[in-house]
C-alpha cells in the first residue's frame, strides 16, 4: 500500500492535465501561457537570488561589526593595562 496518497503524477495523470489545460485555454494559448510560466519562474529564481545574496552581506557585515567590536576592546583593555603598569612603577 502506497502512504504517499498525493504523490508526483504519473504519465497517463500528466497527459490527462495536458489535455485538460489544452481545453481550457486552447492550442493558441498554450505558447503565451508556457511563455508566462517560464518569465515567473526566472523573475522568482532573480528574486530568491537576490534575496539570497542581501542576507549573505547582512551577516557578513554583522560579523565583521562584532569582530572590529571585540577588537576594539581588546585595544581598550591593552591600554588600561599599559596605562596601570605605568601607574604602579611611578608609584613605586
Do not use: C, H, W, Y
Not at 10 to 24: K, S, T
Not at 45 to 68: L, M, Y
Not at 76 to 87: F, P
Amino acid at each position: 500500500m502506497n502512504l504517499l496518497a498525493f504523490g508526483m503524477p504519473g504519465g497517463p495523470e500528466m497527459i490527462l492535465i495536458f489535455i485538460l489545460v489544452l481545453l481550457l485555454f486552447g492550442a493558441k494559448k498554450l505558447p503565451q501561457l508556457a511563455r508566462g510560466i517560464g518569465k515567473s519562474a526566472g523573475e522568482f529564481k532573480k528574486a530568491k537570488d537576490e534575496f539570497e545574496t542581501q542576507i549573505k552581506s547582512a551577516a557578513d557585515d554583522a560579523e565583521r561589526e562584532a569582530i572590529e567590536t571585540e577588537d576594539q576592546k581588546n585595544s581598550s583593555n591593552q591600554i588600561a593595562d599599559s596605562s596601570k603598569g605605568s601607574s604602579t612603577e611611578s608609584a613605586s
